[in-house]
């Protein structure tokens, strides 16, 4: 399946912002939803948000909605994830996975859903918020 890396993390203060990248090594994008996760010191990977393979439509979990944003260039191969008004709960490292199927609501929150749409996990990319 296609692997994918996810860059732009880094040490940013409550309230502050980061855009998050995710580019694959050669293969192209746009044949695919691509989803974006996280995953806090102990805990689960949990959904953040999903963007449909033409761009055309997206989903944002709860917690971020409002706040997070996902888009995507497919000329430039490239999905972004904009975090705006981060929180300290936003720490955790961050993925981007190519997806089986199409991008939806239950995709991130539901695990067994994301567990099917997510084949493997690709380089992840920390982003902390302290002050």
């Known amino acids: 399946q296609l692997q994918l890396v996810a860059s732009g993390g880094a040490l940013v203060q409550p309230g502050g912002s980061l855009r998050l990248s995710c580019a694959s090594s050669?293969?192209?994008?746009?044949?695919?939803?691509i989803g974006w996760f996280r995953q806090a010191p102990g805990k689960e990977h949990e959904g953040v948000a999903c963007?449909?393979?033409?761009?055309?439509?997206?989903n944002h979990a709860d917690s971020v909605k409002g706040r997070f944003s996902v888009s995507r260039d497919n000329a430039k191969n490239i999905v972004y994830l904009q975090t705006n008004s981060l929180e300290a709960e936003d720490t955790g490292v961050y993925y981007c996975?190519?997806?089986?199927?199409?991008?939806?609501?239950?995709?991130?929150?539901?695990?067994?859903?994301?567990?099917?749409?997510?084949?493997?996990w690709g380089q992840g990319n920390q982003g902390t918020v302290s002050s």
């Open positions: 996975a190519a997806l089986f199927g199409q991008c939806s609501i239950e995709t991130l929150t539901n695990k067994a859903q994301t567990v099917t749409a997510v084949g493997s």
């Open positions: 050669g293969s192209s994008l746009d044949r695919y939803a």
């Open positions: 963007i449909s393979s033409s761009g055309i439509s997206a």
